[in-house]
């Protein structure tokens, strides 16, 4: 059985669905002064549960690994009723590469799912900030990939890691938010922390960090090899390529389709891909 650290305790909201798992999970550090990592979606009902776990101690601080509804969309209304500051990369497009930068610019990249365009933190974290109480002390890292301000928090030997490793499945990526050479990196990065566990903001927490993390990479790399050999076969968009490539409910076609887009946007960049004319969301990929 998983034992949590002494300071953590972990509420789950009640916003299930294909791409949240069982929902998002708010881990609470701390008794006396609290740290809320994630408060979560807007729901009454969520905040009102945090509040009523922390009942006669002090909301300290409210951290946010990255701006998505489901994680920061209850921040400033728990802010509101706590007085507690809230502590984050930045706004929802902080940190994107020169890259996605460049793409968004240009328009016809979609993405956005989720995006919590409001997000603004009262106080900047940047990789290696430490927040701290005499309880307890937090370490920020920055974890790019399925997001670009994507922020994980180490607590002690368990780091909590938001959305970049979930244990019952993979994450998104989804440009220009998400990067999957800031993936692989965040990954390299997370073995390198050499973490005991990791506490997913989706799902249970990992007890072998180094073997799902290798999974993981192992996984992307695998899809990369499905994504160039169907591209070898005929050309095609990332929609096209998802629906030859994944066997998945119509539901999580579009996560599949984004997934694939940013897997191509890899390959360009190394050269390995090409479209005839600027990349979008619907451009026509092929094989060099």
Known sequence: MTQAPEALRVLTAANPSPLTGPGTNTF?????QIAVIDPGPDLPKHRQAILNAVAGAEISHIL???????????ARALAQATGAPILGFGPAEAGRSALMQRLAAQGGIAGGEGLDRDFLPDQLLGDGARIES???????????GH???HLSFRLGDAILCGDVVMGWSST???????????????LTR?????????????????????????ELARHRRDRTGQILAALRQAPDDAEGLARRIYDVPAQLQRAASRNVLAHLLALAEIGAVETEGPVTAASCFRAL
């Open 134 to 144: 005499d309880e307890w002390a937090l370490t920020a890292l920055h974890t790019p």
């Open 172 to 186: 998104l990526i989804s440009p220009p938010d998400g990067d999957l050479a800031d993936y692989f990196r965040s």
């Open 28 to 32: 609470l550090v701390g008794r006396r």
């Open 147 to 149: 997001f670009a301000g």
């Open 64 to 74: 946010i690994t990255h701006a998505h509804l489901d994680h920061s969309g209850g």
């Open 190 to 214: 997370l073995e390198a922390e050499d973490a005991r566990q990791l506490w997913p903001a989706h799902g249970a927490p990992i007890d072998a960090p180094a073997a799902r993390l290798a």
